[in-house]
């Protein structure tokens, strides 16, 4: 099948559940936002579907692979071809935007000619071109997020996780967010893919409505 499935997934650190019994399909081409108060989970889902945690217990599948089973991790995070986008960005500080954007090309062994080719087609898709040869603590809070977003993009992930900021005025954020990853996306490569946005907490029903407007869906982790 192809997707996403999380079957019965636990995570705890140092004896304390972070995540339990979890479970949740999705399919290609679908949106999720999942959200939930500070502390409920939403990160550590995300790093188990990455790989980077492995679960106490239950299976993780993407494209019908069982890529992480009860405490064992089977496929490593670089071979899982997943998109991901950190909280805090966790940009190279002492690379250039390009830099950034050319270390996963190389180590997924793209020619160099290849390499300049699609670093500049995602950096025009970006609006970022000027800001090539600039380092991360020369560019505003926008202009990282989008070489982030570039950087996961550019490998053509399956899925893109985004571990997404908390922001004061959500249904115009959500609503933005999800409406430019998709024209973003389509515009990089045509496949429909998966895309899986990560939110934090207190949305109001009618900015849910509005996710949902948008063709995303909504699950909540822990309690609402
Ligand atoms: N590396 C870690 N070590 C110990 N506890 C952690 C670690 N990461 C997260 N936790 C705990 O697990 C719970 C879920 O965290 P997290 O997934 O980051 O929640 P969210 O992203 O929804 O705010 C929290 O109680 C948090 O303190
Ligand atoms: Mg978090």
Known sequence: MNGIVFKSVSKSYNGRPAVRDFSLTISRGERIVVLGHSGCGKTTVLRLLAGFITPDKGIIEIDGQVVAKDGKNLKEPEERQLGMVFQDLAL??????????????????????????????????????????????????????????????????????????????????????????????RQFYDIRKLRFLLYASRLESQDITRIKQDDAGVIWLGKS
């Open 92 to 185: 190279w500080p002492h690379l250039t935007a390009k830099g950034n954007l050319e270390f996963g090309l190389k180590a997924q062994g793209v020619s160099a000619s290849k390499r300049k080719q699609e670093i500049a087609d995602v950096l025009r898709l970006m609006h970022i071109e000027k800001y090539a040869n600039a380092k991360p603590s020369q560019l505003s809070g926008g202009q990282q997020q989008r070489v982030a977003l570039a950087r996961a993009l550019i490998l053509k992930p399956k899925a893109l996780l985004m571990d997404v900021r908390y922001k004061k005025n959500w249904s115009w954020y959500v609503t933005r967010l999800i409406k430019n990853i998709q024209k973003s996306v």
